[in-house]
């Protein structure tokens, strides 16, 4: 294999990933799994630096959460079965954002970000046709407030939307919101009770609710 030209980057980051994976004694004995709490790790600290860090703590933090994509695709490239790399990760990604943006790589136009809308949730829409559910494809594995935000949505979607009371509706900014969300996990920690647990459980009986509207619909 021909040495990557030293102005490309991300072709030196891969070798560079790729000769760990090969001499790293630890590296070599990694698979997907172990690399998880790494990768909700390093995702965290981008957060983190998105929201209260520096441009150059920006820039660190997104690249060890770009060597994440690199250690998970040096090893899928290992996969006796079913193989891939950096690159094919890259080529899936560049047809799948083509594919989202019409309005640029092909004739629709789009002038306002509603149209972008319309158009990403289109192609999404004919990319998912195996799915039989809105709620196919959502992580379970997401934060319990993350994953309540993006099932309720869906919930709306369908037809199943959450009922708010008048006290719910009251927050008019996100510092409110703040507000009434950590007055909510105070009274779980007074009361004794698990906020997160408390949340997800209501979560699986939102997704019930609308698997049933589904197929009534």
Not at 115 to 133: D, G, I, P
Not at 155 to 170: D, H, R, S
Request: hydrophobic share 45%; aromatic share 4%; proline share 5%.
């Amino acid at each position: 294999m021909s040495e990557p030209h030293a102005d490309d980057a991300l072709r030196v980051a891969a070798e560079t990933m790729r000769a760990v994976r090969e001499r790293c004694v630890w590296s070599q004995r990694i698979t997907h799994r172990d690399l998880v709490p790494y990768l909700i790790e390093e995702s965290h600290e981008v957060i983190d630096a998105v929201e209260s860090g520096t441009a150059e703590d920006l820039r660190e933090e997104l690249g060890d959460l770009l060597w994440q994509v690199l250690f998970h695709s040096a090893i899928a490239a290992e996969d006796p079965d079913h193989p891939f790399d950096i690159d094919d990760v890259a080529q899936t990604l560049t047809e799948k954002m083509m594919r989202r943006h019409p309005h640029v790589f092909a004739d629709e136009v789009a002038e306002t970000p509603e149209q972008v809308l319309v158009h990403w949730n289109a192609a999404k829409a004919a990319e998912k046709r195996t799915r039989n559910s809105v709620l196919d494809g959502i992580p379970r594995s997401m934060p319990a407030l993350a994953l309540a935000q993006k099932l309720t949505g869906r919930a709306t979607g369908v037809g199943a939307a959450v009922p708010l009371t008048a006290a719910e509706k009251a927050p008019s900014s996100e510092a409110e919101l703040g507000e009434a969300l950590l007055a909510l996990v105070e009274t779980a920690r007074v009361e004794g009770w698990d906020a997160e647990r408390a949340l997800r459980e209501r979560l699986r009986t939102l997704e019930d609710d609308v698997r049933a509207a589904e197929a009534t619909s």
